[in-house]
């Protein structure tokens, strides 16, 4: 076997193992929510097992299966149950898992993802499908465990998997990356603040449903949800949502809701079908939210970008390039340098007209792309029209912008020449720098576009810098 096999097999037994602890733990923590002479309040095991197979479907193998069933059985044992009960509500619980999730499978690889209100539709069928499956068994275990009607034990089994599901299962599928890499700080920083109304006020909901109780509490929590939804993303709304669900079962489970059931089942039918569909609302809403801001930004890039090159268009590039010069706020921007490089690419005509407009058009996004590798984040960088492109760069004096412009005029020499032979264009730039400020927009604009002839004029490759004022 070689090295990477075996590490494949290595990861591939460390994944069923780890999923195996989860199905494991988990079952201990519906066992222990389980009241004398009743089935669980709250059996996570089953959701967040199918959350985890839709997410990562090559974790489904053999072995991830041999140790899901040894971790359903193991926790019913360790904690004294009878191996007849073992059997029967474990196999309803593979059963309805193994179903939601080669259910799942048709699902195209988009939608696997709570990234649209198409994936809700998704979910929530795979989900009925595997809560119905579930019930299938379950309902004979209720026959042959506790003496009671098939029917019955369906409805209990399939309501009780359904909100199961729709409390975890949106959880691990939107839960974020955990590699840095993957991470915005920003972003992260942004989302939690967006996430302080909406928790607050889940939280006086939870308070005012315990303080008040009654059948109408179920519903209190729902303005805090669709607060969630609206101001934060599927992931928070996900996990508020679950809070949410979780209190209420437990508040109806000790009959302070007045909505407690006698049996088997410490919460009714019709309680855990309600939260089901209570859950589905706020994260649906969530999704329409992402899919909007999504066309939102797509909407934006198209308008301030150009399609190309994927440069800003030179409306744009003036708009954020006044604000930076310190024309809309000139106090705020003095005494900082500010430069400007204008580039034109040479000779790029003969591309066009040997080898075609196809070829012309990937050298301009190969250049866009080599400016973009030599750019802080923080710099403007526009497309002004045909083979013409412009960078700002605030708090770089006239050395700093000079030095960028030769790194980028060198880069573009070799990489084209490469590419294209002879005929690759190289580029002329010249830079322009307002060394305290003071200077707008069109001055360094100006003054770079005319340092930008001098280079043409020298031959071309080549950099020209002027300071704002010396250029006659």
């Not at 569909?277 to 308008?303: F, G, K, N, S, Y």
């Not at 301009?364 to 590798?373: N, T, Y």
């Not at 573009?412 to 490469?418: C, G, T």
Request: hydrophobic share 50%.
């Amino acid at each position: 076997m070689s090295t990477v096999e075996k590490s494949l097999s290595s990861s591939a037994v460390r994944r069923a193992l780890l999923v195996g602890v989860v199905v494991f733990v988990s079952c201990l923590v519906g066992i222990l929510s389980r009241l004398p002479g009743t089935l669980a309040v709250f059996w996570p095991a089953n959701a967040l097992l199918l959350g985890i197979l839709f997410r990562s479907p090559r974790s489904a193998t053999l072995l991830t299966w041999i140790c899901v069933v040894v971790g359903y059985v193991g926790a019913d044992l360790i904690t004294g149950g009878a191996w007849e009960s073992t059997m029967w509500l474990n196999a309803a619980n593979i059963v309805g898992v193994a179903s939601g999730f080669y259910a799942f499978r048709w699902v195209d690889g988009e939608d696997r993802r709570l990234n649209s209100i198409e994936s809700v539709g998704y979910l929530v069928a795979t989900t009925v499908v595997a809560a119905s499956m579930a019930a299938l068994v379950g309902g004979i275990a209720n026959r042959v465990l506790f003496g009671g009607q098939w029917w019955d034990g369906w409805l209990l089994w399939f309501s009780s998997e359904f909100v199961n599901y729709m409390t975890i299962v949106p959880l691990v599928l939107t839960f974020p990356s955990l590699r840095r890499a993957d991470r915005d700080p920003k972003a992260v920083a942004a989302l939690l603040r967006r996430s302080v109304v909406p928790t607050a006020l889940l939280a006086v909901c939870i308070i005012l449903e315990w303080v008040i109780g009654g059948a109408g509490a179920i519903a209190f929590a729902m303005p805090a949800l669709v607060t969630a939804a609206l101001l934060t993303n599927v992931f928070v709304t996900s996990v508020l949502t679950a809070v949410s669900t979780a209190w209420t079962l437990v508040l109806t489970a000790d009959g302070h809701l007045g909505l407690s059931s006698e049996g088997v089942s410490p919460v009714s039918a019709s309680v855990q079908i309600g939260l089901s569909l209570l859950a589905v609302a706020p994260i649906a809403v969530a999704c329409v939210i992402l899919e909007r801001r999504r066309a939102l930004e797509a909407l934006t890039q198209a308008v301030t970008h150009d399609d190309l090159t994927g440069a800003l268009r030179r409306d744009e590039f003036l708009r954020r390039g006044g604000s930076v010069t310190g024309a809309t706020e000139p106090r705020r921007h003095s005494g900082r340098p500010v430069s400007v490089l204008m580039m034109d690419l040479d000779h790029f005509k003969m591309v066009n007209d040997n080898l075609g407009h196809r070829a012309g058009d990937t050298a301009l996004g190969s250049f866009a792309d080599q400016v973009r590798r030599n750019l802080d984040d923080k710099h403007l960088f526009a497309r002004l029209g045909g083979e013409e492109f412009v960078v700002l760069m605030a708090g770089v004096d006239l050395a700093g912008a000079t030095e960028t412009a030769e790194m980028i005029r060198r880069a573009q020499a070799e990489s084209s020449s490469a590419v294209l032979g002879e005929l690759g264009p190289t580029v002329s730039i010249g830079v322009a720098c307002s060394p305290a400020g003071g200077a707008d927009l069109t001055q360094l604009v100006d003054c770079a576009d005319e340092a930008l002839y001098r280079a043409k004029k020298l031959d071309r490759n080549r950099t020209v810098s002027l300071t704002v004022g010396e250029a006659k």
